[in-house]
């Protein structure tokens, strides 16, 4: 289905302070936030929003506008293909207890600007300081509102 992906920018506030979480990239171990591959009549923000509770067990709300995308290339075989990243913000709720990959990747919690540091990806930590930057601004910023407003996840037990 195309060169395209959806990912997800998990994040929280706590008391106003802006934490996103990162996971591992199963093959090289680098720094990332879940992403995948386009699913037949599924929204692109439930894609991405299915794929932070598939990597990483993550519950909550997504954005169903992208705050914008990075370029990633994907390895098939002996064939490397670049990926159009599409991210949307997604406001997490809990995680839970089991989900299909745990175990096969890391996730951590961590600061915008620590987040910079540990992602591969250029475009991707412009992203992530864009969203920090307008989420700073104030804690009710037009994305974090988007974001509340956005697509609520079911949890495993709902499916």
């Not at 680098?30 to 037949?40: A, C």
Request: with cysteine; proline share 6%.
């Amino acid at each position: 289905m195309g060169k395209k992906q959806f990912a997800a920018l998990p994040f929280t506030l706590n008391n106003s302070e802006l934490c996103v979480m990162l996971i591992t990239t199963r093959r090289k171990g680098r720094w990332s936030v879940p992403k995948g591959s386009p699913m037949r009549k599924t929204e692109p923000h439930r894609t991405a929003a299915l794929e932070a509770y598939e990597e990483a067990g993550l519950v909550g709300v997504t954005a169903k506008r992208a705050l914008g995308s990075f370029k990633h290339r994907k390895r098939k075989g002996d064939r490397k293909r670049t990926m159009d990243v599409a991210v949307f913000p997604m406001r997490v709720h809990g995680q839970e207890r089991w989900w299909p990959e745990k175990g096969e990747r890391e996730a951590i919690w961590v600061s915008p600007k620590t987040a910079g540091r540990l992602v591969h990806k250029a475009q991707l930590r412009r992203l992530i300081a864009r969203f920090a930057a307008q989420t700073e601004k104030t804690a009710s910023s037009p994305l974090v509102d988007a974001v509340t407003r956005g697509t609520r996840v079911p949890s495993n037990n709902s499916r």
